[in-house]
């Protein structure tokens, strides 16, 4: 004789059940700060595809030959005004200047097929853009993320850069992680950041956005629209920026215009890139690396820049983590000036 199942129980089986259903499925809100706006923003129309929003600072004066490109962290970006602001300054150098949103973020635009998010794209609009401006050469500035897109770039077209400049850089691809054992210079004076990226990440994600993740990597599905996906990002971004800075009081404002497909897709990508360590090695350009105190970043991927550009500079610069500019903006401008000159 078949034993039934008591009612009780079939009953709190239905509700964990709408419950799960509710917290996977049901669109959700993140009350997050509407982005400020760019009046400055231009559009370019590249061959690659994309829309891209950008802003352009014209060079005061007897101009350089070299325009100053700026190449934002995440993936996931975007710009944020105080990145503009900061860099104007170059442009009171004589430099034009151009800084802009990569695909997938800010205010760029979206790509329907998720799957075209990848590194690879990312370098293909950049060499897009340097045809567009008609640059002979430029000088890069790399934020995080930046940095490894500006070393695809500059792997493939050494002889299109006068500098490059690395800010908190991120890992060259693919990673070698031996070298997060590498135990940084006592003269250095380095610090561990208060938190980091796993923990604060963890405090926001929720099912829905762990079951929209999982759709977008394993099948390249969108469970959850941008606008919805965006607006998480924001705050996970803003949260995660608590890991970027020694004092964690002045972390991001959660401002819109981040992207989250952009963000996980490309990274998600940096699997298939191929070494690129020994054409880095010929690079005979001046490189700057400007790297926080309080960089969370493991030593040893800093130090990997240290040892394959045959002529770099390392500059540590104190109170500040990973995000020189939020927490030490005229140390990090003053830098970059003298390196240019």
């Not at 419950?19 to 400020?36: D, G, M, Q, S």
């Not at 595809?49 to 100053?68: N, Q």
């Not at 020694?246 to 991001?252: E, Q, R």
């Not at 990274?267 to 690129?276: A, E, N, T």
């Amino acid at each position: 004789m078949k034993r039934k199942i008591p009612r009780i129980l079939l009953l709190v089986l239905a509700v964990f059940a709408a419950i799960i259903i509710y917290k996977t499925l049901v669109p959700r809100h993140y009350n997050v700060l509407p982005a400020e706006g760019r009046p400055s923003a231009g559009y370019w129309n590249l061959s690659t595809g994309s829309k891209i929003a950008y802003t352009f600072i014209p060079g005061k004066g007897s101009l350089k030959p070299s325009p100053v490109i700026y190449l934002h962290g995440g993936p996931g970006g975007p710009i944020f005004n105080r990145n503009i602001s900061a860099l104007s300054a170059l442009a009171d150098d004589g430099y034009n200047v151009y800084l802009y949103d990569q695909i997938g973020c800010g205010y760029s635009d979206r790509l329907s097929n998720i799957s075209d998010y990848t590194a690879l794209r990312h370098k293909q609009d950049l060499e897009a853009i340097i045809k567009t401006i008609g640059a002979e050469k430029v000088i890069l500035v790399g934020q995080s993320w930046g940095s490894i897109l500006a070393t695809l770039y500059i792997a493939d077209h050494p002889d299109k850069v006068e500098k490059v400049i690395f800010t908190g850089p991120g890992p060259i691809q693919p990673p070698d992680y031996k070298v997060e054992k590498i135990k940084p210079p006592d003269s250095l004076n380095l610090r561990k950041p208060l938190t980091t990226n796993r923990i604060e990440r963890e405090k926001v994600y929720n099912l829905r956005a762990k079951v929209v993740e999982f759709c977008a990597l394993e099948f390249n599905k969108k469970l959850a629209d941008d606008e919805e996906m965006d607006a998480f990002c924001t705050l996970l971004t803003t949260r995660m920026s608590k890991s970027t800075v020694s004092d964690t009081s002045i972390a991001l404002k959660d401002e819109g215009r981040s992207g989250y497909y952009c963000m996980i897709k490309t990274v998600q990508s940096f699997s298939q890139l191929k070494d690129i360590r020994p054409q880095l090695s010929e690079v005979s350009a001046p490189v700057l690396i400007l790297r926080g105190q309080y960089d969370g970043i493991p030593w040893g991927y800093a130090n990997e820049y240290l040892q394959i550009f045959p002529n770099i500079t390392l500059k540590i610069i104190p109170h500040s983590g990973h995000s020189i500019l939020l927490e030490q903006p005229e140390d990090y401008i003053r830098e970059i000036r003298e390196f240019l000159k």
